[in-house]
């Protein structure tokens, strides 16, 4: 069984306000957006690390009434990094005993079902111990992790985060070719929510 792991425990400073709680171009909260997403796909297992805007990330995805109800954790120090919060959703994950986890940050909102499915179905061929789409010669999210690689997630050192065990895992990691450019586009500054989603952020 696959779970699904979204990390929204940043303080979005560049972005000077929760991203987890920026708006889609349907005015829909990015990780409502990304929990549909998920369960479109058949992921039943969804687990949304939080830090410091748990309340109001639980209260945005309840109020979506999304179609499978995630599970939240929090990481109490979100400073360490998303490594530290990848650990918080890997804790999670283990208790339902799962396979392998499907990984992304919150600010990388606009990947389809469609990618998710097809990271799944090479992995259930091949299993490989890392999976992750790609679009030519570029990489994107979500990155499949399988339980093989979980004990060197949770070994790695928090400064070179999840990317320290993606490079040392290269010779085994699967590029999944998809045609979705929405699994590249990562959300980080005004201007790039303004460029992606069309919308602007309010006065502070």
């Known amino acids: 069984m696959l779970a699904a792991i979204i990390l929204a425990a940043g303080d979005s400073t560049r972005m000077g306000e929760p991203k987890a709680l920026l708006l889609d171009s349907d005015g829909r909260p990015f990780v409502a957006r990304l929990v549909r997403t998920f369960a479109e796909a058949q992921v039943q297992d969804i687990i949304i690390v939080t830090g410091r805007q748990h309340d109001a990330i639980v209260g945005a995805v309840v109020a979506d009434g999304p179609p499978v109800t995630p599970r939240f954790v929090t990481n109490p120090r979100p400073s360490l990094g998303q490594l530290f919060s990848l650990r918080v959703g890997l804790d999670a994950a283990e208790v339902a005993d799962v396979d392998g986890?499907?990984?992304?940050?919150?600010?990388?909102?606009?990947?389809?079902?469609?990618?998710?499915?097809?990271?799944?179905?090479?992995?259930?061929?091949?299993?490989?111990?890392?999976?992750?789409?790609?679009?030519?010669?570029?990489?994107?999210?979500?990155?499949?992790?399988?339980?093989?690689?979980?004990?060197?997630?949770?070994?790695?050192?928090?400064?070179?985060?999840?990317?320290?065990?993606?490079?040392?895992?290269?010779?085994?990691?699967?590029?999944?070719?998809?045609?979705?450019?929405?699994?590249?586009?990562?959300?980080?500054?005004?201007?790039?929510?303004?460029?992606?989603?069309?919308?602007?952020?309010?006065?502070?």
């Open 101 to 204: 986890v499907l990984v992304t940050p919150v600010d990388i909102p606009m990947f389809q079902s469609s990618t998710i499915r097809e990271l799944a179905r090479v992995w259930e061929q091949r299993r490989p111990p890392i999976a992750r789409p790609a679009v030519g010669d570029r990489h994107g999210h979500p990155v499949l992790f399988d339980r093989a690689a979980f004990d060197a997630l949770r070994c790695a050192p928090l400064d070179l985060g999840a990317r320290g065990v993606v490079h040392a895992w290269s010779d085994r990691l699967v590029n999944v070719q998809v045609s979705d450019e929405g699994c590249l586009m990562d959300i980080d500054t005004p201007a790039d929510y303004a460029a992606i989603v069309g919308r602007t952020l309010g006065p502070p």
